[in-house]
Nanobody, 122 residues
Framework: VQLQASGGGVVQAGGSLSLSCAAS????????MGWYRQAPGQQRELVAV???????YYKDFVKGRFTISRDNAKNTMSLQMNSLKPEDTAVYYC?????????????????WGQGTQVTVSS
């Protein structure tokens, strides 16, 4: 399956952006899907995960501000980002399947979107 992320842009602190990830095929059986981000000079980090049935997991630094969702009928996943901060500036990637592994850690699957740039100005 191929993933394509879109929706990034430039926004002022406190603003909102909505990212979308479109899959080339059905996501009904792909398992969990996730959003990762990578800031300049930093390692790629997990942001949020959504299971097939809609269960969600958020990293603490986005809890209460970001909302992950998926539409299995449309083969899409989204990330609504509110109250954006300059430290949210990064390239955002969608991933599948994002799975919970040993030790309660999430592991990225082999499918990645191409990344979309989010820039939050102060």
């Amino acid at each position: 399956v191929q993933l394509q992320a879109s929706g990034g842009g430039v926004v002022q602190a406190g603003g909102s952006l909505s990212l979308s990830c479109a899959a080339s095929g059905s996501i009904n059986n792909i398992g969990g899907m996730g959003w990762y981000r990578q800031a300049p000079g930093q390692q790629r980090e997990l942001v949020a995960v959504i299971g097939t049935a809609g269960s969600t997991y958020y990293k603490d630094f986005v809890k209460g501000r970001f909302t992950i969702s998926r539409d299995n009928a449309k083969n899409t996943m989204s990330l609504q980002m509110n109250s954006l901060k300059p430290e949210d500036t990064a390239v955002y990637y969608c991933n599948a399947p994002t799975a919970l592994g040993p030790g309660g850690r999430y592991y990225a699957g082999p499918y990645w979107g191409q990344g979309t740039q989010v820039t939050v100005s102060s």
